[in-house]
C-alpha cells in the first residue's frame, strides 16, 4: 500500500471530468453499486515516470482491489488511499433548508450566524464528572434549574434572536446538519448529514455537549447536566413526566396527543396493543439491537461517510431502531412534516429531543462496554478527522473532531447507573426443534421470489453457508426505499407461530428502518447485515441446511423492494 502510495494518487472527480487517460483509470469504488447516483468518481492517476504497461496498470488495480474497500462484497468501507474526512461546514456558504424527504423548500432559515473567528475546540480537563440523570427520576431542585435554564434558553428568541445560544439557534444547528442546508466543503452538490451514518453518535454527542454547557451558562451552573430520557428500562418507557407538565416551559404542544403518558412507547414498530406485550417487545428491541443482531462495527455505528459521498450511506442498528421509534412516538402526526419530533428540520424545538438524545448517547456508551466479540471503535482516519463546527458556551465558534468525543468521561460527563433490563433479554431457547415443514407452507425458494416488493408478509427459504449453528449472517440486499416515506419491517427465522406482535421470541432476527430522507432521486438503496450465531443457538438449527425467513412489513411495505437474500458466513466485524 506504502508503494502504491508514493507512486499513484487517487483523486475524487466529478462527473464531468475528462475520460481517463492512458496514465490513469477510472476505479469504481463498492459505494456506487449501492449508489448510482453518486456525482463523482474515483480516479487513480500515476506519476509519468511510471511505466504504464496495460499489465502494469492491471497490478495497480488488483493492488487496490486488495484494498479491501473497492469491489468489497458486503462492506461499504472506503479505500483508505483516496479518502478525506468530511470537513465541517463553511457557514457563509449555507443555503436554504428542504424538508429531507420530498427536496421541498422548507419555510425556515436555520443558517447559523456567521463568525470568521474559528477556534479548534479543545476539551477543558475535568476534575470531577457530572451525572446526567434518569428524566423520571430527577429531583425537585434538579428540575427547577433545569426549567429555569430552558426559559432564559427561550427568552433569548426574544431579547436577541441571532444569539447562537437561543433556543431557536440550537434547534436550527440540527436543521442546518440534516436538512441541506451545508454543503460539503468543495461539493456544491453534495449535503452534509449528519444521520443515516458513522457521523450520527459524534455528532449528537458533539450537540448535547455544547447544548448542556450553553444550559449551565444560561444559569450560572458549569455542573448542570442534561436528563436521559430512560426508554430502554420499564420504568422509563413513557415520555418522561417532566416534559408533560403544560405549565413547563419543557412542555410542547407539538406532540402525538395519543403517546403522552401513560402511553407506552412500542420501539418495534410492533403494533402490540397490551402494555406488557409492548414492555418485552422493546427489551426484545434493545438486546437485539445492541448485541444479537450486531455482527460488527459498523452494523451497529453506520456506514462510511467521507468527503465526496451522497449522504446517506446507511444507518446502524440503534440509529434505525429505538432512535428512530421515539422521534416517531414523539412527533406530532396533526402537524404536515410530524413536526417536531418526527421531522430532522424541526426535532430540536421540542426539548424532550435533547434527552431522548442523551439515552441515545448512553447506548453509545453502554455498547462500548459489552463484552460482545465485535471491536467498538473505528480507527479509520477518515472518521476520527472528521468534523462539525458549533458555537460554545461563550458564543465562540469552534471546531471539534469526531476522535475527541469518544469517550464521554473526557467530556465531563457520566451517567447515572440504573438497571439496564434488557443486557441479558435473550429470548428462551425453543423447547422443541422447528419443524419446516410446520411454517405456513408458501415459503419459496429464493430465486424464486427475489426481487420482490414487500406488499405482504413473505415466507422465503434460503439456504445456509454450513450445517449446523456456523456463524453466519443474514444478508438482505440491494434494499430499495422510497425515501420520502417512513419505512420499517421485522425479520424472524424458522417462525412457526406467526405472532407478528411478540417480538420476544427465539426467531426475531432484526429489523429494517428508515426515517425520510432527501436522495437526488428519491431512492434509498441499501444492504443490511443481521447475526444469527446466537439465534441458532437458540432455535435449533443443528441438521438444517435451509432457513425459512419471515420478512414482516411494519410500515410501507409497497415502497420496499429487495433485490436478494442470502446467508454467508460472518465477514469481517472490525471496521
Ligand atoms: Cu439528529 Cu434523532 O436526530
Given at each position: ?166 433556543f431557536m439557534q440550537q434547534a436550527n444547528i440540527h436543521c442546518a446538519y440534516c436538512n441541506g442546508a451545508h454543503d460539503q466543503v468543495g461539493h456544491a452538490n453534495l449535503d452534509i448529514q449528519v444521520h443515516n451514518s458513522w457521523l450520527f453518535f459524534p455528532f ?235 411454517i405456513p407452507s408458501d415459503a419459496k425458494k429464493a430465486e424464486e421470489l427475489f426481487p420482490l416488493t414487500l406488499n405482504n408478509v413473505v415466507r422465503v427459504l434460503v439456504n445456509k453457508s454450513a450445517k449446523g449453528k456456523a456463524d453466519e449472517v443474514l444478508v ?61 443457538e437458540d432455535i435449533d438449527v443443528a441438521d438444517d441446511d435451509t432457513v425459512v425467513v419471515t420478512i414482516i412489513p411494519r410500515s410501507n411495505g409497497g415502497d420496499v423492494t429487495i433485490g436478494g437474500i442470502k446467508i454467508i458466513p460472518s465477514p469481517t466485524k472490525?471496521?
Amino acid at each position: 500500500m506504502a508503494s502504491l502510495q508514493s507512486s499513484c494518487k487517487v483523486l475524487n472527480t466529478p462527473r464531468h471530468h475528462t475520460s481517463p487517460s492512458s496514465k490513469s483509470f477510472t476505479a469504481k469504488p463498492s459505494h456506487l453499486l449501492t449508489h448510482p447516483n453518486r456525482t463523482h468518481r474515483l480516479q487513480v492517476s500515476c506519476n509519468n515516470n511510471e511505466k504504464q504497461t496495460p499489465e502494469g496498470k492491471l497490478d495497480r488495480r488488483n493492488m487496490l482491489l486488495g484494498l479491501g474497500g473497492l469491489y468489497g462484497a458486503s462492506s461499504l468501507a472506503s479505500n483508505p488511499a483516496n479518502s478525506a474526512p468530511i470537513a465541517a461546514p463553511e457557514f457563509d456558504k449555507c443555503s436554504e433548508a428542504r424538508d429531507v424527504a420530498t427536496g421541498d423548500l422548507l419555510d425556515v432559515n436555520c443558517c447559523p450566524p456567521y463568525s470568521d473567528t474559528i477556534i479548534d475546540y479543545k476539551l477543558p480537563r475535568f476534575n470531577k464528572l457530572r451525572v446526567r440523570p434518569a428524566a423520571h427520576k430527577v429531583t425537585k431542585e434538579y428540575l427547577a434549574k433545569f426549567e429555569e435554564a430552558i426559559r432564559r434558553m427561550k427568552a433569548l428568541d426574544k431579547s436577541d434572536p441571532t444569539d447562537p445560544r437561543g433556543f431557536m439557534q440550537q434547534a436550527n444547528i440540527h436543521c442546518a446538519y440534516c436538512n441541506g442546508a451545508h454543503d460539503q466543503v468543495g461539493h456544491a452538490n453534495l449535503d452534509i448529514q449528519v444521520h443515516n451514518s458513522w457521523l450520527f453518535f459524534p455528532f449528537h454527542r458533539w450537540y448535547l455537549y455544547f447544548y448542556e454547557r450553553i444550559l449551565g451558562e444560561l444559569i450560572d451552573d458549569p455542573t448542570f447536566v442534561l436528563p436521559f430520557w430512560n426508554w430502554d428500562n420499564p420504568k422509563g418507557m413513557q415520555m418522561p413526566k417532566i416534559f408533560d407538565n403544560t405549565n413547563s416551559p419543557l412542555y410542547n404542544t407539538n406532540r402525538n396527543q395519543a403517546n403522552r403518558p401513560p402511553a407506552i412507547i412500542d420501539l418495534g414498530f410492533s403494533g402490540a396493543t397490551d402494555d406488557l406485550q409492548k414492555v418485552v417487545n422493546n427489551l426484545t428491541v434493545m438486546y437485539s439491537e445492541m448485541v444479537r443482531s450486531v455482527n460488527s462495527t459498523l452494523d451497529f455505528m453506520g456506514q462510511p461517510y467521507l468527503d465526496g459521498d451522497s449522504p446517506s450511506p446507511g444507518m446502524g442498528s440503534s440509529e434505525r431502531g429505538s432512535h428512530i421509534a421515539a422521534h416517531v412516538f414523539v412527533g406530532d402526526p396533526r402537524n404536515k412534516y410530524s413536526e417536531d419530533m418526527g421531522n430532522f428540520y424541526s426535532a430540536g424545538r421540542d426539548t424532550i429531543f435533547y434527552s431522548h438524545h442523551a439515552n441515545v448517547d448512553r447506548m453509545w456508551s453502554i455498547w462500548k462496554t459489552l463484552k460482545t466479540d465485535v471491536p467498538k471503535e473505528i480507527n479509520n482516519p477518515d472518521y476520527l478527522n472528521a468534523s462539525f463546527l458549533f458555537y460554545d458556551e461563550k458564543k465562540q465558534l469552534v471546531r471539534v473532531k469526531v476522535a475527541d468525543s469518544l469517550d464521554h468521561r473526557k467530556m465531563g460527563y457520566e451517567f447515572e447507573k440504573v438497571d439496564i433490563p434488557w443486557l441479558n433479554y435473550k429470548p428462551s431457547k425453543k423447547a422443541a426443534k422447528t419443524k419446516i415443514r410446520k411454517i405456513p407452507s408458501d415459503a419459496k425458494k429464493a430465486e424464486e421470489l427475489f426481487p420482490l416488493t414487500l406488499n405482504n408478509v413473505v415466507r422465503v427459504l434460503v439456504n445456509k453457508s454450513a450445517k449446523g449453528k456456523a456463524d453466519e449472517v443474514l444478508v438482505l440486499e440491494n434494499i430499495e426505499t422510497d425515501t420520502t416515506k417512513f419505512i420499517k419491517f421485522d425479520v424472524f427465522l424458522n417462525d412457526e407461530d406467526d405472532k407478528a406482535d411478540e417480538l420476544d421470541r427465539a426467531e426475531y432476527a432484526g429489523t429494517f428502518a428508515q426515517v425520510p430522507h432527501k436522495t437526488k432521486d428519491k431512492k434509498g438503496r441499501s444492504t443490511i447485515n443481521l447475526k444469527l450465531t446466537d439465534l441458532y443457538e437458540d432455535i435449533d438449527v443443528a441438521d438444517d441446511d435451509t432457513v425459512v425467513v419471515t420478512i414482516i412489513p411494519r410500515s410501507n411495505g409497497g415502497d420496499v423492494t429487495i433485490g436478494g437474500i442470502k446467508i454467508i458466513p460472518s465477514p469481517t466485524k472490525s471496521a
